[in-house]
């Protein structure tokens, strides 16, 4: 199957917008298509949901043009800058209809379609708000919060601090999947739509996609009033420049490290979320304040949270054993954090996370998988402790283990039979899900899948019909092309066929 041209440099992002990205965590691009193309889309658009109802996953097929507009070289080049060339269009998409007169919507994070899935800091998922209309604020566009792609909680009150993401007719905003968002109130006599796509990165990040200069994370300015999270979006940065989890942060003078250790104490939070950030650039050198940052992976302000678990991983290997202890403490917050800093520890926290998937407990093994979701490349050597856990009676971690086999790509390979025995019986349709995804990201290593995939075409769940397409298209033998068009010819419709015309 003919791969994917390559793009130029030129449609790239450039460091200034992929720092914009990981900081903010959306980015606008404008097509090239004229006007009167994006009217079609609308006018199509608005004749058909005033028959059907809203298309939902359909839209695509029932206006094709939608393709072109995410085969223009300006959006591409973003996906792409983000998500690495092999991105793929995720099959739930939906146009988002806001009335005339609406009262807008309440912020909120999209869920997976119901499914409690990893919610990764790096952008491994990214998804597109697509404008066919001209979007003033009037007609209520979507509304973001700067920056809360790394918040599971909200930490503004009344809307404050969102950006209305508008702009003309043909206006894309990319934004990270975990970024709160909002439809904003429509004060016009129109209906808005916004045709909500989503994407996913199926290769781990070898070096640089985007169209870089300077390949060293930019300490830049910041709004005074956004909170700092250098070490969250260092670790990022270099985690899309194609360094390994484990890669040590460069250790600074610890001159300090008793004031930012004092200033986690402080009744302000930004002050503590401030020295937490601080501490994180100190690396290895941070090391004595591993106990106080341990204690700040439950403070009540969610970006001192953040900033200790980066800054723990920043730390790294000295951080590991009690991290590994935190993962069994009762607070479910503290838990999570914990594992979000042994994944950014990385290769140095693998032995200790595989023994941890042995726990007896529940809840350290969830949490140990967690982690493993988020840890990559430097997982490998723990290939067999992973397939090992594949039957665990705990579900959650059945749907975790699948996406640290996805993360590993074709490395993963010794795990194909255990994904293949999770695609075909396990009872659970998110790891099914999460097992056919993870064959298209280990892609032609996984080639003794085909049959298995073969048999997910027919799948109770709609995404893991959807995934196992995706994994027969990127395994790429003549047995999965001919169990592709098997199913497209048995699945194949006609988009134009209605009441009016059934012919």
């Not at 004229?34 to 996953?57: A, D, W």
């Amino acid at each position: 199957m003919q791969a994917k041209p390559l793009m130029s440099e030129s449609h790239k992002l450039t460091d200034a917008q992929l720092r914009e990205f990981i900081v903010n965590g959306h980015l606008t691009v404008q097509t090239d298509l004229p006007r009167s193309f994006h009217e079609t889309i609308y006018r199509k658009t608005q004749e058909l949901t005033e028959k059907e109802g809203n298309l939902g996953n359909n839209i695509l097929p029932r206006v094709p043009e939608l393709q072109a507009v995410f085969e223009d070289p300006a959006v591409r080049g973003a996906f792409t800058s983000i998500l690495g060339e092999n991105y793929a269009m995720h099959s739930h998409r939906h146009p988002h209809r806001n009335n005339p007169h609406s009262d807008g919507q309440g912020f909120h994070k999209d869920s997976y379609w119901g499914y409690q899935k990893v919610r990764h800091h790096r952008p491994r998922w990214a998804m597109a708000f697509y404008y066919p209309q001209d979007s003033p604020l009037e007609i209520g566009p979507s509304a973001v919060l700067p920056g809360t792609q790394y918040y599971d909680t909200r930490i503004t009150k009344d809307n404050g601090g969102e950006l209305a993401v508008s702009g003309e007719a043909g206006t894309i905003t990319v934004i990270h999947f975990d970024l709160w968002h909002r439809a904003m109130a429509n004060l016009t006599d129109k209906v808005r739509y916004m045709m909500k796509f989503q994407f996913i990165r199926m290769d781990a990040p070898q070096a640089p996609e985007w169209n870089v200069t300077d390949p060293e994370w930019k300490l830049e300015d910041i709004h005074p009033a956004t909170p700092a999270h250098q070490g969250t979006w260092r670790h990022v940065w270099n985690w899309m420049a194609g360094e390994s989890n484990g890669h040590s942060a460069k250790s600074v003078s610890n001159g300090n490290l008793t004031k930012h250790i004092t200033m986690l104490n402080d009744a302000d939070g930004s002050v503590r979320s401030d020295a937490a950030d601080d501490l994180g650039m100190l690396g290895e050198s941070g090391a004595e304040a591993i106990p106080h940052l341990i204690e700040a992976l439950h403070d009540v302000y969610e970006p001192v949270r953040l900033n200790a678990a980066y800054a723990l991983g920043a730390i790294g290997e000295p951080a590991v054993s009690p991290l590994i202890e935190t993962l069994g403490v009762e607070d479910q917050i503290m838990r999570r954090m914990a594992a979000y800093a042994l994944a950014a520890v990385g290769a140095p926290a693998v032995p200790a996370l595989s023994e941890a998937l042995e726990h007896t407990e529940d809840v350290v093994r969830i949490e140990a998988a967690y982690a493993f979701a988020q840890i990559g490349d430097a997982a490998e050597s723990a290939i067999s402790a992973l397939t090992e856990r594949t039957k665990d009676h705990t579900v959650e971690v059945r749907r975790y283990l699948p996406e640290a086999f996805g993360g590993l790509g074709a490395m993963a390979a010794p795990a194909v039979p255990v994904l293949c025995d999770i695609l075909a019986s396990d009872g659970d349709g998110q790891a099914r899900f999460e097992a056919a995804l993870a064959l298209a990201q280990i892609g032609p290593a996984a080639c003794d899948a085909v049959p298995v995939l073969a048999n997910a075409l027919n799948d109770e769940n709609r995404y893991v019909r959807d995934n196992a397409v995706l994994a027969l298209k990127r395994i790429d033998t003549p047995e999965a092309e001919s169990a592709l068009f098997d199913y497209l010819l048995m699945a194949r419709w006609c988009p134009i066929t209605n009441r009016e015309s059934t012919h």
